[in-house]
């Protein structure tokens, strides 16, 4: 029994470290985006200067989005309750609403090389309002297509430029 006692007090820990949430305690302000209702059919938006590391997102809970691999992101939680979901929030401000309508119906999360990626659109607007998310884990960083009435608005992490799957450069080229 008393050998058992450090296996226990460890995974104890282990456990209560998983309950953190990333993000807790910490206000975010999504600057604002200027492109968000521009007329071009195509524009790219940093928004957010904050780094991740700055975020309280440690490198290791990026690499737990593989568990979601395969799972649809909506239930999946990617978009509340994930490694990334916080940073989704600074990266979109307000938009993380219109990226939760133009996911409603979506393809599950897949991955190519080392992006995790997905696309979608909203119920019965395909082709108007969509939307696409890559993921790039090593880097930690994002990138997200928003369509609104088929126009398309690319929001990315400061700095990343993430290599599009083929689906998502088909998906784009077959938006023009």
């Not at 524009?43 to 904050?50: D, L, N």
Request: net charge neutral.
């Amino acid at each position: 029994m008393c050998r058992s006692i450090p296996f226990l007090t460890a995974a104890c820990v282990l456990a209560l470290a998983a309950c953190e949430r990333p993000g807790d305690g910490q206000a975010s302000s999504p600057q604002a985006n200027s492109s968000a209702g521009a007329p071009t059919t195509s524009s790219t938006t940093s928004a957010g200067a904050a780094s991740n590391t700055a975020s309280g997102v440690a490198q290791s809970d990026w690499t737990s989005l593989d568990a979601l691999v395969g799972r649809g992101p909506i239930e999946s939680g990617l978009l509340d309750n994930s490694a990334v979901s916080s940073d989704l929030v600074r990266l979109l401000g307000d938009k993380l609403a219109v990226l939760k309508t133009n996911l409603q119906t979506a393809s599950p999360l897949e991955r190519q090389e080392q992006v995790i990626f997905t696309s979608g659109n909203k119920p019965h607007a395909g082709g108007l309002d969509a939307a696409y998310i890559l993921i790039d884990p090593a880097a930690k960083a994002l990138e997200v297509g928003l369509w609104q009435g088929g126009k398309l608005s690319t929001y990315k992490t400061p700095g990343s430029n993430i290599a599009r799957p083929k689906d998502i450069q088909t998906l784009i080229a077959n938006s023009r």
